[in-house]
């Protein structure tokens, strides 16, 4: 496929939304799978659910508004942005990968990884 043709806020909208269908996919398989429990403790001595719970609700809404950001915001401050928020969940997915105990898990969190990774790219060579 020849993406000199393809606008590049396409192509990093359609890789947003890539990494949020990826990362939505583990949470359900997680819970069809049994390697969540509704109701099983995830929090430790350092925050309350509640705190847990907004952190995640940021995390995970994010990436959903860089889906529309990369389509509308202005081209200099669309290519930083894309940068930095593809290095931050990158980083995010790669420090969390060895946490997921299953090869499915592992196998999304990477494919997740792959599109954010992937977003820096293709924002680092807009020109």
């Given at each position: 496929m020849d993406t000199n043709t393809i606008d590049v806020r396409v192509i990093l909208s359609a890789l947003w939304v890539t990494a949020v269908l990826v990362w939505q996919q583990g949470d359900v398989q997680r819970l069809y799978s049994g390697d969540f429990q509704v109701g099983q403790e995830i929090t430790g001595a350092v925050m309350s659910p509640e705190t847990l719970w907004m952190i995640s609700a940021i995390t995970m809404?994010?990436?959903?508004?860089?889906?529309?950001?990369?389509?509308?915001v202005p081209g200099p401050v669309n290519r930083w942005v894309n940068i930095v928020m593809g290095v931050f969940y990158t980083a995010y997915?790669?420090?969390?990968?060895?946490?997921?105990?299953?090869?499915?898990?592992?196998?999304?969190?990477f494919a997740g990884v792959v599109s954010t990774a992937l977003v820096v790219r293709f924002a680092w060579r807009w020109i």
């Open positions: 809404t994010l990436p959903v508004a860089m889906v529309v950001l990369s389509l509308t997915g790669l420090i969390g990968l060895p946490k997921y105990p299953s090869a499915y898990d592992r196998f999304l969190v």
